[in-house]
């Protein structure tokens, strides 16, 4: 399959950088004005790629925000370009090769998939994926894809879970909490998650967490905990940050282990309207151990390797669910963004392209 010459590229253009919060869709303009790129105009290591879906991910504040807006933001040259595509995890089908790694057909994954319809790319930033007729390509950009190897990272590789401990789960309905609670699940652990609604906390239940906490029907997070976890926390899986890590840490056990996978209190406000973290001397204490992680740093790695062993097997055997949150059509791309950070989701957000 060739794209015609004459086909319109639609694309996501960042306009300008979000400077209190990714809270509406003017960072970002749908541009249709290029053509898609003609076979010829291809270099030696490059493909064409028709995009297939697009993932829509908490961390990409961090590379359309303003410095002073951006909680962990390092330095400028973080920040994706003005005027250029918006570029996220996304999978989709290789139309065009002059490279020896990729052939027309083959199904590709990039971190930094352009927000358009078609992309030009070269070859060492992708990553070929296995075609499998009972394995949906969307699959790698969630169950088999960021989300859950993150949960993995999370439970397994850092979390060193133990049958019989407790985890509490904040964002438990979210792309990785989902993944996290079912983890820990097989893994013998007891389970209690957070989540946001009524309808999210019967979705937590229903994938197999002992029990669940409406965080945003209590009163007084802290004395909820205490009473669905009277035994106290062995491993607290934290998305939120803010006031939830503070009452998870007045309820962690001894040699209790705190694994940060986001802060997504702090997306939607000025950096300087960010609280800190209280309570941290009962880190000292109980001797707590807190630990950050990051994808990236692990991609390619043993550790990805074993993750595709055990979750392949798992999705095989029908033992994980995965809720997805999907939007239809590139031009939805910027609302679906606005629409995580306010809460708005339901399971992991993707954009279908096709």
Not at 94 to 112: E, M, N, P, Q, Y
Not at 130 to 135: F, G, H, L, S
Not at 297 to 308: N, P, R, V
Request: charged share 20%; hydrophobic share 40%.
């Amino acid at each position: 399959m060739e794209p015609s010459n004459s086909g319109i590229n639609t694309r996501i253009i960042l306009r300008e950088y979000a400077s209190k919060g990714v809270n509406s869709t003017s960072c970002f303009i749908i541009d249709k004005s290029q053509p898609v790129h003609s076979v010829d105009s291809l270099s030696e290591g490059q493909v064409l790629v028709k995009t297939f879906a697009l993932s829509v991910d908490p961390h990409l504040r961090i590379y359309i925000s303003a410095p002073e807006g951006s909680p962990g933001f390092n330095s400028s040259s973080e920040q994706y370009p003005l005027g250029e595509p918006m570029a996220s995890i996304g999978v989709g089908t290789v139309i065009a090769s002059r490279s020896v790694l990729f052939k027309t057909g083959d199904h590709v994954r990039s971190v930094t998939m352009p927000w358009q319809s078609f992309s030009v790319v070269t070859d060492y930033s992708l990553i070929k994926l296995p075609q499998k007729e009972d394995v949906p390509l969307l699959s790698y950009l969630g169950v088999l894809g960021m989300p859950a190897f993150t949960a993995y990272l999370g439970i397994v590789t850092i979390g060193k879970a133990k049958a019989r401990e407790t985890v509490l789960v904040s964002a438990a309905s979210g792309a990785v909490g989902q993944i996290v609670v079912q983890l820990a699940k097989i893994h013998g652990l007891h389970v209690i998650g957070l989540a946001g609604s009524d309808e999210k906390t019967a979705f937590v239940k229903s994938i197999g967490a002992d029990a669940v906490i409406n965080y945003k029907a209590c009163d007084n997070l802290d004395a909820a905990i205490k009473q669905a976890i009277p035994q106290g926390i062995d491993i607290y899986f934290d998305s939120v940050g803010g006031s939830i890590l503070d009452a998870a840490i007045l309820n962690l056990n001894a040699y209790a282990r705190v694994i940060l996978c986001g802060s997504m209190s702090s997306f939607g406000a000025d950096k300087s309207l960010t609280k800190g973290v209280k309570n941290l001397d009962a880190l000292i204490t109980k001797e707590v151990t807190m630990k950050g992680m990051l994808y990236s740093l692990h991609s390619g790695t043993q550790d990805e390797i074993e993750f595709f062993q055990e979750m392949s097997q798992l999705v095989e055997q029908g033992k994980i669910t995965f809720k997805v949150d999907e939007r239809s059509g590139l031009e939805s791309a910027p609302q679906a963004l606005v629409d995580l950070y306010a809460g708005k989701n339901f399971g992991k957000v993707v954009v279908k392209v096709e």
